[in-house]
């Protein structure tokens, strides 16, 4: 049954979404989104399986939300800068 579950779940579900979000955004903030993983199965732990945290565990959750914020951001601002230029 485990085993069931992380095939279907865990690798099906899993590359359908990957691929509709390719699909539907650039490739470039899809791959960002990959580095929720880790911080997510971490956070899933915490909530169903009562599995304790460290500070060190929050710290580096919390870097790599930033770390893909900061991805998202940057990639946003030089179309902003082309966009302004190509406008009469």
């Known amino acids: 049954?485990?085993?069931?579950?992380?095939?279907?779940?865990?690798?099906?579900?899993?590359?359908?979404?990957?691929?509709?979000?390719?699909?539907?955004?650039?490739p470039t903030?899809?791959?960002?989104?990959?580095?929720?993983?880790p911080g997510t199965a971490v956070l899933l732990g915490w909530l169903f399986l009562d599995q304790t945290l460290s500070a060190l565990q929050i710290i580096g959750v919390l870097l790599v939300i930033g770390s893909i914020w900061l991805g998202q951001r940057s990639n946003r601002t030089p179309r902003a800068r082309i966009a302004c230029r190509k406008s009469p």
């Not at 049954?1 to 650039?26: D, Q």
């Open 29 to 37: 903030v899809v791959s960002l989104l990959g580095f929720l993983s």
């Open 1 to 26: 049954l485990g085993l069931a579950w992380l095939g279907l779940i865990g690798a099906g579900l899993t590359y359908f979404l990957w691929f509709r979000g390719i699909s539907r955004l650039e």
